[in-house]
């Protein structure tokens, strides 16, 4: 008759404890990941003034150009 030490330690049963032995001796799972920084929005605003026209008319034609420019860093 098998006795109970020839059972429990057979070849498929010792593979078995190396299995859940080396399962358990993994390393712990890695911190999740700092979120990404804000993003910050940055505008500049710059104005220009074109006069068209001739200075012997009396009356000068302007051209006013805003430019706005924002930038998402």
């Given at each position: 008759m098998n006795s109970l030490g020839k059972r429990a330690f057979s070849p498929l049963s010792l593979a078995f404890?190396?299995?859940?032995?080396?399962?358990?001796?993994s390393p712990p799972p890695l911190p999740p990941?700092?979120?990404?920084p804000?993003?910050?929005r940055t505008c500049e605003t710059t104005e220009?003034?074109?006069?068209?026209?001739?200075?012997?008319?009396?009356?000068?034609?302007?051209?006013e150009t805003t430019l706005t420019r924002c930038v998402t860093q």
């Open positions: 404890c190396v299995a859940i032995l080396s399962g358990c001796a990941a700092a979120p990404p804000i993003p910050e220009q003034t074109d006069v068209m026209g001739d200075a012997r008319v009396t009356e000068e034609v302007t051209r």
